[in-house]
Nanobody
């Protein structure tokens, strides 16, 4: 198993930037593909970005492509989400998640391990 703890959320004005971190503990971090998801009030949890175990491949939702960057440091057991040009519609609780599948996936149901979430609020 792996335990995940997110940090870095906060309040930012539109156009600003935030960097989220997700620290993992437990089984070797490189064993897991990682993803970021978000959930706004009254909405379904949605995929944001994913990164492969080796960090070679990444995947993004269309809504964040070109603005967000996912990365990982396997030596530090940490995955990051750099968020630039933030918009009010990016306001949500952001979750990191892990899976042990061989392929990349955008489906929340394929991620058995989740962090507790960190709030990101973007003001107009």
């Amino acid at each position: 198993q792996v335990q995940l703890v997110e940090s870095g959320g906060g309040l930012v004005q539109a156009g600003g930037s935030l960097r989220l971190s997700c620290a993992a503990s437990g089984r070797p971090f490189s064993f897991y593909g990682m993803g970021w998801f978000r959930q706004a009030p009254g909405k379904e949890r949605e995929f944001v970005a994913a990164i492969s175990k080796s960090a070679v491949n990444t995947l993004y939702a269309d809504s964040v492509k070109g603005r967000f960057t996912i990365s990982r440091d396997n030596a530090k057991n940490t995955v990051y989400l750099q968020m630039n040009s933030l918009k009010p519609e990016d306001t949500a609780v952001y979750y990191c998640a892990a899976h042990a599948l061989s392929m990349m996936t955008m489906s929340p149901s394929n991620y058995p391990y989740w962090g507790q979430g960190t709030q990101v609020t973007v003001s107009p």
